[in-house]
């Protein structure tokens, strides 16, 4: 008795005697929890599938892909500026 009320006038206003935890039920909670945010986050496929699929147009000199034929002119015109430009749907991957 005296060692307790000893312990609650000793401690600080407001402060809380620490309670034993238990952590049978609440553990498997937390992971059934954890499994389900992770399920959600995880994603579906890869980047590069993605960046293959948004490749539309090729270069028909040296057949480096592009996103869009207004990048590919600028490609061809800084890397064969001796060529003439080729039509859009000339350069459109197939």
């Given at each position: 008795f005296w060692l307790k009320l000893f312990q609650v006038l000793s401690s600080p206003p407001g402060f809380q005697a620490k309670k034993a935890m238990v952590r049978g039920h609440a553990k498997e909670q937390a992971q059934q929890k954890n499994a389900a945010k992770q399920a959600s986050m995880k994603k579906s496929g890869s980047q590069l599938d993605a960046q293959k699929a948004g490749l539309k147009f090729q270069c028909?000199?040296?057949?480096?892909?592009?996103?869009?034929?207004?990048m590919l002119q600028q490609h061809y015109e800084s890397k064969h500026p001796k060529l003439p430009m080729p039509a859009e749907a000339d350069c459109q991957k197939k």
């Amino acid at each position: 008795f005296w060692l307790k009320l000893f312990q609650v006038l000793s401690s600080p206003p407001g402060f809380q005697a620490k309670k034993a935890m238990v952590r049978g039920h609440a553990k498997e909670q937390a992971q059934q929890k954890n499994a389900a945010k992770q399920a959600s986050m995880k994603k579906s496929g890869s980047q590069l599938d993605a960046q293959k699929a948004g490749l539309k147009f090729q270069c028909p000199a040296c057949f480096q892909e592009s996103t869009n034929y207004k990048m590919l002119q600028q490609h061809y015109e800084s890397k064969h500026p001796k060529l003439p430009m080729p039509a859009e749907a000339d350069c459109q991957k197939k």
